[in-house]
C-alpha cells in the first residue's frame, strides 16, 4: 500500500518541498534579482580559478559555466585517494567523477566557485591542485599508499 501511495502516477509530483527549501530558493531568487554584484565577484572568481589551474598545466577541458572540471590521470583508488587527501589536509571540497562515468583511467574533479570565496581562496586552490597532481603522477596515492599523506 505504501509503495503505491509514493509511486502512483498521479501522486508523483503531487508532493510539496519542505518550507525551509522553499524559503531559500524564494531567498536566492530575490538576490539574483537585487544583488547583480554577486553573479559580477561570481564570474571573477570563476574566471580566475580556471585561468588559474589552466596555467598551472592542469587539463579543465572546456567549461561555459562556473562548475570547473579538472582531468587527472588515475584509477578509482587514486581518485579516492587524491579526494581525501584535498579534503582532510588541504580544506578543499571537490566532488569526483570515475568510471563507468568516464574512461577507466580518468579522474575528474569537480569545483564549484561561489561569490563568497575570494581571490585568495582560488590562488590556495590552484596551489594545492598542482602540488596534489605532482604526488599524483609520482605515484604517492597508489592504494598500498594510502597512509603517507
Not at 49 to 65: E, R, V
Not at 107 to 127: F, Q
Not at 136 to 147: N, P, Q, V
Request: net charge positive.
Amino acid at each position: 500500500m505504501m509503495y503505491m501511495r509514493y509511486n502512483m502516477r498521479s501522486q508523483i509530483y503531487a508532493k510539496s518541498l519542505p518550507m525551509p527549501i522553499v524559503i531559500g530558493a524564494l531567498k536566492r531568487l530575490d538576490m539574483i534579482r537585487t544583488m547583480p554584484e554577486l553573479s559580477e565577484k561570481l564570474w571573477s572568481i570563476t574566471n580566475a580559478l580556471q585561468s588559474g589551474l589552466k596555467n598551472a598545466g592542469m587539463s579543465i577541458g572546456d567549461s561555459n559555466s562556473c562548475l570547473t572540471p579538472v582531468y587527472m590521470k588515475g584509477g578509482i583508488p587514486e581518485a579516492t585517494n587524491v579526494i581525501v587527501d584535498l579534503r582532510e589536509n588541504h580544506s578543499i571540497f571537490c566532488s569526483i567523477v570515475i568510471y563507468p562515468v568516464i574512461p577507466k583511467d580518468v579522474i575528474l574533479l569537480r569545483l564549484i566557485p561561489t561569490a563568497a570565496h575570494s581571490i585568495e581562496d582560488v590562488n590556495y586552490t590552484v596551489e594545492r591542485f598542482k602540488m596534489v597532481n605532482e604526488k599524483l603522477l609520482a605515484g604517492a596515492y597508489k592504494s598500498e599508499t594510502i597512509a603517507t599523506f
